[in-house]
């Protein structure tokens, strides 16, 4: 029903900043339905929730490891989410999904049925 293809990751230096980016398409897709979220995940780490966004975009969630450093935001007329990422560390080192699900985000996982591919993101100390 929803695809999800993220772009935008890469190697950067520690303090620097990536913008990562995840569009969204399908059939009879309404984009402002959705929540979107961005989770990471490290080499023998479980899947984390950075950050997710509602369908109005007026509710924001943060983890606290990001928190200050990150920004979720969503254009709707391009059926995009974005995750700036800023005073990156290299403990940001993982790969970065973006998921959908309607309404309202969550921070758990399974919640979500729509999962892009995943984007690397390689902070370097």
């Known amino acids: 029903q929803v695809q999800l293809v993220e772009s935008g990751g890469g190697l950067v230096q520690a303090g620097g900043s990536l913008r990562l980016s995840c569009a969204a398409s399908g059939s009879g897709l309404s984009f402002s339905n959705y929540a979107m979220g961005w989770f990471r995940q490290a080499p023998g780490k479980e899947r984390e929730c950075v950050a997710h966004?509602?369908?109005?975009?007026?509710?924001?969630y943060y983890a606290d490891s990001v928190k200050g450093r990150f920004t979720i935001s969503r254009d709707n007329a391009v059926n995009t989410v974005y995750l700036q990422m800023n005073s990156l560390k290299p403990e940001d080192t993982a790969v970065y999904y973006c998921a959908s699900r309607l309404l309202y985000g969550s921070m758990w996982s399974r919640e979500y049925p729509y999962w892009g591919q995943g984007t690397q993101v390689t902070v370097s100390s």
């Open positions: 966004i509602s369908w109005s975009g007026g509710s924001t």
